[in-house]
């Protein structure tokens, strides 16, 4: 089970930081991901980490702005978000695959198994 919070309104420059607890299962040979979706586009990929060995990915839209990282011991997954934009303005998803290999990075969204709920973050101008 993934739980994502830390949604919510903020000025086109401001910061969030987003979170995704996960339970219930060993994540250690999964990824975890940022997906997001805003309004009237696909869910595409913002971010991914390799939950044991911490290879990272980021989409180019966020490259610089945002950072993934984890919390082995908590068991959760951030994503701080900085220099946020309107176009940042969408529904984020926190997501894990099914074990995965080290020889390539999850991308799709459909290598991605368990889904948490959409946080919303919405970026003023």
């Known amino acids: 089970q993934l739980q994502a919070s830390g949604g919510g309104l903020v000025q086109a420059g401001g910061s969030l930081r987003l979170s995704c607890v996960a339970s219930g299962r060993a994540f250690s040979t999964h990824y975890m991901g940022w997906f997001r979706q805003g309004p009237g586009k696909e869910r595409d990929l913002v971010a991914t980490?390799?939950?044991?060995?911490?290879?990272?990915y980021y989409a180019d839209s966020v490259k610089a702005r945002f950072t993934i990282s984890r919390d082995n011991a908590g068991n959760t997954v951030y994503l701080q978000m900085n220099s946020l934009k309107p176009e940042d303005t969408a529904v984020y998803y926190c997501?894990?695959?099914?074990?995965?290999?080290?020889?390539?990075?999850?991308?799709?969204?459909?290598?991605?198994?368990?889904w948490g709920q959409g946080t919303l973050v919405t970026v003023s101008s």
């Open positions: 980490i390799r939950w044991n060995g911490g290879t990272e």
């Open positions: 997501a894990a695959t099914r074990n995965w290999g080290v020889t390539t990075v999850p991308t799709r969204v459909t290598n991605y198994y368990y």
